[in-house]
């Protein structure tokens, strides 16, 4: 699970495959999960009483075909290491948004890309399409996800989203 060192989709959003022998229907399910639910999953499928520290959740209930209300819908993603070969990068990923933030830069270069239009976020090579040029749109989601990285909310996982598969 290494290598999410850039928060770009192709980086951050890899596909997890769940074999059940006990689940007879295959389905993808679009939630966002993390490789920290990795852990917690395996616990619940043995049994095992998940630790409150855990930080991940368990997928068994996703697997099982059952909707989880509570699931999460954003992440905070930061890459703070070996900055001399990959810029130091952070920012948030929501279910719609994605808003991303170069440490080094002077000043800090930020971007946000709306999912939804742009789920591939080619908009950093489109500069016209890169909604933080429209003013409209920024105000609106640029402000609170750049307000909710800077307040490291919410902490869930340094390494990337992935597409659960059952």
Aim: proline share 5%.
């Amino acid at each position: 699970m290494a290598d999410k060192w850039l928060m770009y989709e192709e980086s951050i959003r890899i596909p997890m495959l769940i074999n059940d022998p006990r689940v007879s229907k295959a389905r993808t399910i679009e939630a966002l999960t993390l490789n920290i639910d990795i852990a917690p999953t395996i616990l619940d499928l043995a049994g095992v009483v998940i630790p409150k520290e855990m930080q991940g959740r368990s997928l068994l209930s996703w697997v099982q075909g059952k909707r989880v209300k509570d699931w999460r819908r954003d992440f905070l993603y930061e890459h703070h290491t070996m900055t001399k070969i990959i810029p130091e990068v952070e920012g948030v990923r929501t279910e719609r948004w994605k808003y991303v933030r170069w440490m080094n830069a002077s000043p800090i270069w930020e971007e946000l890309f709306d999912l939804a239009k742009d789920p591939e976020s080619c908009a950093i090579w489109l500069a016209n399409h890169n909604i933080k040029s429209n003013s409209r749109h920024y105000a609106n989601a640029g402000r609170s996800l750049r307000t909710r990285a800077s307040n490291r909310a919410p902490i869930t996982d340094t390494a990337g989203a992935t597409r659960l598969v059952c």
